[in-house]
């Protein structure tokens, strides 16, 4: 029986150089000159360090840029509101992937919802489609690229 699975991931490889590229450029730009202002990446949290709030803002505006540039969807940036403390402020971006238990919920619900010949089961992190036509797999592909959910989402492993 022909199946597939729905995801959320990103590559953090990817994510590590477009980090890496808006530490670059913040670190050429004349506004941004002797202020200390740096990304740090680690276990998928960026920290993003600046003199005030308005830098941090300025910040996150260039770490989503390269983020889209490099193929990562920024809809999967959790944005942490800042902290200041004294002459440094502070700023947290999670970077989430995986579907949690109430998305796919959501997800099989849609699918549900569409009276698709197909099942959907959860599998941890991924949401497994299985079907007896391609056609009916296809349709849900479109029907969950057609749907508003708080993640981007990813098909892989289809198989025949």
Do not use: W, Y
């Amino acid at each position: 029986m022909p199946s597939f699975d729905v995801v959320s991931e990103i590559d953090q490889h990817e994510a590590d150089n477009a980090v890496d590229q808006a530490n670059r450029e913040v670190g050429t730009r004349f506004d941004f000159k002797g202020s200390g202002a740096k990304f740090e990446l680690s276990d998928s949290v960026i920290t993003m360090t600046a003199q005030a709030e308005f830098q941090l803002k300025q910040m996150l505006d260039v770490l989503q840029i390269k983020l889209s540039k490099r193929g990562i969807d920024i809809a999967c940036l959790k944005v942490d509101p800042p902290q200041v403390a004294g002459k440094e402020a502070r700023q947290l971006v999670t970077l989430r992937q995986g579907l949690d238990a109430p998305l796919a919920k959501k997800v099989v619900q849609a699918i549900k919802d569409s009276k698709l010949k197909v099942q959907a089961s959860i599998q941890g992190e991924q949401v497994r489609i299985t079907g007896k036509k391609r056609d009916d797999l296809q349709d849900v592909i479109a029907l969950l690229r057609g749907g508003k959910f708080e993640l981007p989402l990813q098909f892989n492993n289809f198989r025949d």
